[in-house]
């Protein structure tokens, strides 16, 4: 069973559009709305590979529910903790002259009482769970420490946390020394304090960071592929050349596939050449968190790995 938390999910409402112009009246052209958020994308595209999943985070509203029901659709376990405010949307907008556009809304405020029951349900959760995935942001009234905390939870039980957040919550959260880290470039950046110019500055970085006790490093460079940083190799995994049709979520099936990588013992080469191609893949899919596993079969082959060692 793998855990995933998403502390502020929303509701991905993608819309298509000629373009978008400020200061003007837009008409859509579609709307698709989906559960989302990242922990909740990991989610779908581990059932989509058939691997039993529990989902947890902080839920409320018409919104939460429409959440929730997705994800009892997929046959996820829902171990949600209900919040008094609404759940958030996040907007996407996919315009034909290539440009999209993310417009975030902020989340509920989430309580103390709210956090504490929270806590006490991941708590529960851990202990069903063989690894765990913790992704995206943080919603308003819970500490920025909290994934350090999550994730002193899930090492004291044995269990390996994977981490994929930003800011100060990703800050506190390597303090913990989780399993792996999935930073972005900027992200890395933020960490190390300072501007990365080049592959050999973005290695470097990712073992510095290796140092402090976390046991994988794994950089998203968008185009360029992935780094992946552990004890004993260092791999630049490329992208293949696909027609991107929305790039949202690119990231959480990279996550996913690692999850699915790691619980099978699979060696770093055999891991980085499917997370990679799972991205792409992920990238050709107008919903993020739902990918053509064929596709993602086809890409495989055309993924070179090079050893930066």
């Given amino acids: 069973m793998i855990l995933t938390v998403t502390l502020n999910p929303a509701v991905d409402k993608t819309y298509t559009t000629g373009s978008l112009m400020l200061g003007q009246v837009n008409r859509m052209r579609t709307v698709h709305n989906i559960a989302g958020g990242k922990g909740i994308n990991v989610a779908k595209i581990l059932r989509q590979y058939g691997y039993s999943v529990t989902t947890c985070g902080f839920l409320g509203g018409y919104t939460g529910q429409f959440i929730e029901n997705c994800m009892q659709e997929i046959q996820a376990k829902c171990r949600f903790t209900k919040v008094a405010g609404e759940t958030r ?4 907008v996919i315009a034909e002259d290539g440009y999209v556009t993310e417009i975030l809304e902020p989340g509920p405020v989430v309580s103390a009482q709210e956090l504490e029951q929270f806590l006490k349900d991941y708590g529960e959760a851990v202990e069903e769970s063989d690894l765990i995935v913790m992704s995206g942001s943080v919603a308003k009234g819970i500490p920025a420490d909290i994934y350090g905390k999550l994730i002193a939870i899930g090492n004291e039980a044995g269990k390996r946390c994977i981490l994929d957040t930003s800011g100060e919550a990703l800050l ?9 880290i999935k930073p972005n470039q900027k992200e890395l950046e933020y960490l190390v304090g300072h501007r990365l110019k080049d592959m050999g500055e973005i290695q470097e970085a990712a073992q510095r ?47 996913a596939s690692y999850a699915i990588s790691v619980l099978r013992g699979e060696d770093e080469h055999t891991a980085l050449k499917k997370a990679t191609a799972i ?30 060692q």
């Avoid at 949307?89 to 996407?92: E, G, Y």
């Avoid at 460079?221 to 490329?238: M, P, R």
């Fill in 89 to 92: 949307c996040s907007i996407n």
């Fill in 279 to 308: 991205s792409a893949a992920n990238a050709a899919s107008l919903e993020s968190g739902d990918i053509s596993l064929e596709l993602a079969e086809e890409l495989l082959e055309k993924i070179q790995v090079e050893n930066k």
């Fill in 172 to 180: 506190h959260g390597i303090e913990a020394a989780p399993y792996m």
């Fill in 209 to 255: 960071l290796r140092k402090k006790g976390i046991g994988h490093v794994l950089v998203s460079l968008g185009k360029k592929g992935l780094l992946s940083v552990s004890e004993k190799t260092v791999l630049w995994g490329k992208s293949p050349s696909v027609k991107a049709v929305n790039t949202v979520g690119c990231g959480d099936s990279v996550v």
